[in-house]
Structure formats: structure tokens, C-alpha cells
């Protein structure tokens, strides 16, 4: 191992470095665990699933700094001995980006691979189901995929951003930025590396997209993102990173919530009955424009504390949202 590479998982710990696939947990957990397990293999997975609607900074990093991947990627197999590396894509990034991709990787144990289903093939334990050629349904956790992932063998799963910034901190070139992604009714669309401290006010007006009508905002995600008012963009920015811009005047919150719940209706797994049964009632109470808040909240309730995976739980957070700002 070079000597730049040297305790990456501590200079992981002090960078401080989230993972950038949406869920935020500290990475060099993930790659703790993975070192701790006991087992002759191991496999290293880039998620560039990237599913999220109005997400586009995977594509966009593969697409421009694909070396940057590559080395993050060759880190982590430097640190997991016996180790084999898989670059999970989407499919059309798999159809665009293969052959750039297969280029260079050629000789080192990674792969690129086609992943099979939708938007639930992100999630870290259905991503293990598909490269092992099962149902794309997620699995019951504990274990964690970095305990027992692909093959009963110990997974480190991370975002594409994420190994992306990996490299940078193995070389000391981090400089606490994220990559965000600025869609909607704005004049200067597409993806940025900022830091990660500004707020979304900040970022609209560094990148000239603030606007001169009265509007709000779609932030972490263009269907599992809050809604937030012009007023509130103080905050920072979460999740996968992507801030949508409405014009209020312009836009039909009914419209703009029965698409959502059509996405979630067709991408969910159907496996459990709070998710698959709440998204269809949902999806009717909004198709007739009759929410009643009794039973939305008991809804909700349900969808949050008994889904079985983490789909069922986070899209409660944009319908909530905007029932909340914009339903008055």
C-alpha cells in the first residue's frame, strides 16, 4: 500500500466523509466493520444506481472524473485484501458508460455490472440480491451488508461521490465539497462542486439561479426530497444532494404529489403491506383531492414505524411536507 494510502480509514474519520448516496452515514464505519470481518473474501461495490429523480451527479462525476472513481476504488481494494470491486450502474449510465469505464479497469479485479430493477436497486441489500441473481428485494437487516453482503461475504457498499472524495482525501486534496445537482424552473441548470456548508440560498446565488417569482423548492431528491418554502433556504442541503426550483404560481401541489406517488407505486418491491397498501391509499386520497388528516397522519404513522425497508419510511417526507406548505 502507498504511503499516501496509509491509515485511509482514519483520514476518512477526520475528513469527517458522509456517505453521498442519500442515507449520510459516516463512512469510515462502514469501512471499519468491513476491515473487522473475518472472511477470505471480500467485495467492494461503487452504487452508482442513482435512481433519485432530478439526480444527476453520478453521471456526471463517471462522466468527467471517471480516474477519480477508479483510484478511490483501488484504494479500497489495497485495503481489503482478497478483494474483488464491482461498478453498479444504472442502466442507461451502464449502456453510456461501460466501454469508458472498461477501459480502465483493464487488469485491476473490477467489473462494471447492469443492475436489473429501478429505484429500489440502490438500496444497499437489493443491490446484493441482484448481483447475486435473486429477487430485487431487499433483505432484513442486521446483518448489515458490511457484515454479510454479496455471497455471505463482507460488503463495503458506497455512493460513486463517495469513492470519488475517498481519492481526494488519500491524497489531502479534500476540501469538504459535495457535488449538487440544480434542476427546475432555473436559468443555469446542471451540477456543481461546492462546499458542503453553504446553505441553499448560497448555492442558488453563486450558481445565478436565484429567482424573481415567488416559488419553492424540492430538496434531497426529486421525489423523496422535502418541500421547502422560499423562505426557509437558510438550511443546508441533504440527501442526494439536489435542489428542484417550482414556480409556486405555476405548479399544482396535486399534480406535482399523485406524480410522486405514481413513481413510488411503480418502483416499489410489494413486498410489505404498510409500503404497497399505504402508496395506493395515499395515491387515491390525493387522485380525489380528499385528505383527511386523521387518517393521513395515521397513514403516515404506520408507513414510518412498520415498513420493512427504508423506501416505505422516507417517502412519508415529501407528502408530509407538502401538505404542510402548500395545501393551505
Not at 444497499?124 to 448489515?144: V, W
Not at 481519492?167 to 486534496?173: F, H, L, M, R, W
Not at 451540477?191 to 434531497?220: H, R
Amino acid at each position: 500500500m502507498s504511503s499516501e494510502n496509509k491509515n485511509i480509514i482514519e483520514k476518512l474519520r477526520l475528513a469527517d466523509l458522509k456517505g453521498r448516496g442519500g442515507a449520510n452515514f459516516p463512512t469510515y464505519l462502514k469501512w471499519q466493520t468491513v476491515l473487522d470481518q473475518k472472511s477470505a473474501k471480500k467485495y467492494i461495490v461503487a452504487n452508482g444506481s442513482e435512481g433519485e429523480p432530478d439526480t444527476l451527479k453520478d453521471g456526471y462525476i463517471i462522466q468527467n472524473y471517471p480516474e477519480d472513481l477508479i483510484i478511490g476504488l483501488k484504494i479500497a481494494l489495497q485495503t481489503f485484501k482478497n478483494s474483488q470491486a464491482i461498478i453498479y450502474l444504472k442502466k442507461d449510465y451502464y449502456k453510456k458508460y461501460k466501454t469508458k469505464l472498461e477501459k480502465l479497469i483493464a487488469n485491476l479485479p473490477i467489473t462494471v455490472f447492469r443492475e436489473k430493477g429501478g429505484y429500489l436497486s440502490g438500496e444497499e441489500s437489493t443491490l446484493c440480491q441482484e448481483i447475486e441473481n435473486k429477487i430485487h428485494r431487499p433483505r432484513i437487516k442486521p446483518p448489515f451488508p458490511a457484515q454479510v453482503g454479496i455471497f455471505g461475504s463482507p460488503t463495503l457498499i458506497n455512493n460513486i461521490e463517495t469513492f470519488y472524495y475517498i481519492n481526494k482525501i488519500a491524497k489531502g486534496q479534500y476540501k469538504k465539497t459535495r457535488f449538487y445537482t440544480i434542476l427546475g424552473r432555473v436559468k443555469n441548470k446542471g451540477v456543481f462542486e461546492l462546499p458542503l456548508a453553504w446553505s441553499i440560498e448560497k448555492i442558488l446565488k453563486e450558481t445565478n439561479n436565484i429567482s424573481d417569482f415567488d416559488y419553492f423548492l424540492q430538496v434531497g431528491g426529486g421525489a423523496s426530497g422535502e418541500i421547502i418554502l422560499s423562505t426557509e433556504t437558510k438550511r443546508q442541503v441533504f440527501g442526494s444532494g439536489s435542489i428542484v426550483v417550482y414556480d409556486k404560481l405555476r405548479t399544482d401541489p396535486w399534480t406535482l404529489m399523485l406524480g410522486w406517488a405514481d413513481f413510488f407505486m411503480k418502483e416499489n418491491c410489494d413486498k410489505c403491506t404498510p409500503c404497497r397498501e399505504g402508496t395506493y391509499r395515499l395515491r387515491e386520497m390525493i387522485r380525489n383531492h380528499k385528505l383527511d388528516k386523521k387518517n393521513v397522519e395515521d397513514l403516515f404513522f404506520v408507513m414510518e414505524n412498520t415498513s420493512f425497508c427504508a423506501f416505505g419510511k422516507m417517502m412519508v417526507l415529501p407528502f408530509k411536507s407538502a401538505m404542510e406548505k402548500l395545501l393551505k
